[in-house]
Nanobody, 126 residues
Framework: QVTVVESGGDLVQAGGSLRLSCTASGFRFDAAAMGWFRQAPGKEREGVACINTLGGNINSDSVKGRFTISRDNAKNTLYLQMNSLNPADTAMYYC????????????????????WGQGTQVTVSS
């Protein structure tokens, strides 16, 4: 069974940091691009970051310079280090797996994602 399970969401004050983790199983983790999406209440789900199998990554403009995506293929684990958090970052964060090794120019589209996690809640208080 193909699964990705997120952890690490929490309530944090503005300016703080969090690290999300995602553990994958049931597929070749080292052969798949991985990513993070988020969805705030009343808003559409948006792509946050993507990392390919070689470690190259893309971030959305809204998190560039603050969030860092990384992966540990030996542990089948994806990470999202989030710094300088602000209330606008409050959302459910989802780990995703793509059916290919590269992110591609349309990585931010939900239609390109093969596997979704259940999500982990991040809440940033002002």
């Amino acid at each position: 069974q193909v699964t990705v399970v997120e952890s690490g969401g929490d309530l944090v004050q503005a300016g703080g940091s969090l690290r999300l983790s995602c553990t994958a199983s049931g597929f070749r983790f080292d052969a798949a691009a991985m990513g993070w999406f988020r969805q705030a209440p009343g808003k559409e789900r948006e792509g946050v970051a993507c990392i390919n199998t070689l470690g190259g990554n893309i971030n959305s403009d809204s998190v560039k310079g603050r969030f860092t995506i990384s992966r540990d293929n030996a542990k089948n684990t994806l990470y999202l280090q989030m710094n300088s958090l602000n209330p606008a970052d409050t959302a459910m964060y989802y780990c995703v797996a793509y059916p290919k090794p590269s992110c591609g120019i349309a990585w931010y589209r939900t239609s390109g994602v093969q596997t979704w996690g259940q999500g982990t809640q991040v809440t940033v208080s002002s």
